[in-house]
T-cell receptor, first 112, second 116 residues
């Protein structure tokens, strides 16, 4: 099993739709969770940290499910500018060292 | 605004050349990282540093070395470039962990390196 696993997509959805994707992680001891956004040919940028109680920022909602070891990202009323790759990031202890592990990303395209 | 800068956006080198990639951050971050990003493989950690003159191997350190002589600067060195090191190289920095909680990493714009 991969340490952090995401469906690579691509997800193609119409403007205004609601879209959700999940990310599963392998280490039950993980404590820090993030969603990053990466536009084409640009660097990743933090979209949201994911807290145990879940958190919302405008049209974006992130949830953490520790029992099933996944985090989710929900985008409501999607905009053309939401088209990007969304990276799931989780901290893990690997061979005695703490690291942040990035998923491969889920590619999202919003169509007019 | 946090700023992480990288010395070049695009670089073309020949096999066997020594390559230096420089990264500078202006937010007094303790941690600095070097990643490479390849299609289908995502971001992979090469090396990281938690303090000046300190370095730790990441997941794919072979063929690379690093230097951190000053807090704001972290250099990645390819001693003898090879074609399989053609990639996008991303530098990042962050504050050190708060207890067991990690802080946000801020990325530079990336250097697209082509080795011929």
């Amino acid at each position: 099993r991969k340490e952090v696993e995401q469906d690579p997509g691509p997800f193609n959805v119409p403007e205004g739709a609601t879209v959700a994707f999940n990310c599963t992680y392998s280490n039950s001891a993980s404590q820090s969770f993030f969603w990053y956004r990466q536009d084409c040919r640009k660097e990743p940028k933090l979209l949201m940290s994911v807290y145990s109680s879940g958190n919302e920022d405008g049209r974006f909602t992130a949830q953490l499910n520790r029992a099933s070891q996944y985090i989710s990202l929900l985008i409501r009323d999607s905009k053309l500018s939401d088209s990007a790759t969304y990276l799931c990031v989780v901290n893990m202890e690997i061979q005695g060292a703490q690291k942040l592990v990035f998923g491969q990303g889920t590619r999202l395209t919003i169509n007019p | 605004d946090v700023k992480v800068t990288q010395s070049s956006r695009y670089l073309v080198k020949r096999t066997g050349e020594k390559v230096f990639l420089e990264c500078v951050q202006d937010m007094d971050h303790e941690n600095m990282f070097w990643y490479r990003q390849d299609p289908g493989l995502g971001l992979r950690l090469i090396y990281f540093s938690y303090d000046v003159k300190m370095k730790e191997k990441g997941d794919i350190p072979e063929g690379y070395s690093v230097s951190r002589e000053k807090k704001e600067r972290f250099s990645l060195i390819l001693e003898s470039a090879s074609t399989n090191q053609t990639s996008m190289y991303l530098c990042a920095s962050s504050f050190k962990r708060t207890g067991r909680i990690y802080n946000e990493q801020f990325f530079g714009p990336g250097t697209r390196l082509t080795v011929l």
